[in-house]
């Protein structure tokens, strides 16, 4: 028999540095789940990606035991990092602050495709040529679709 869901927590941490402090310690703390239990078995799970932002979604049983899913850094965060830059601007419709190929937006689609609500990867590159529109970053060339 399936176990009874008590809430969803969602945050957002840092691969291989998830520690007690807030945003987890308090989200977690009040769901009532084993927060140096989450931080290790996450560090353990995300190793392999330190330093980049990463949702995770918590699924916290009424017996207060959790499983949890790591997903892709998001679209945004991987733009800035395709584009070497600090920080979207500040009025994206006006100034712009750096520029994106139809190839990059491609690559960032591909890797973004199972957390996105797209079927085709055309699609996908559409809803991350927009999040780069709202930031402030222009895209280069016409959709090749």
Known sequence: MAKEISKVVKLQVKGGAANPSPPVGPALGAAGVNI????KQFNARTQDKPGKVLPVAITVYKDKSFDFVVKTPPAAIQIMEVTKIKKGSGEPHIRKVATISWDQIK????????????FTIESAMKMVAGTARSIGVKVRGNAPF
């Open 36 to 39: 140096m239990e989450f931080c």
């Open 107 to 118: 690559t960032i689609a591909e890797d973004k495709m199972q957390d996105l609500n797209a």
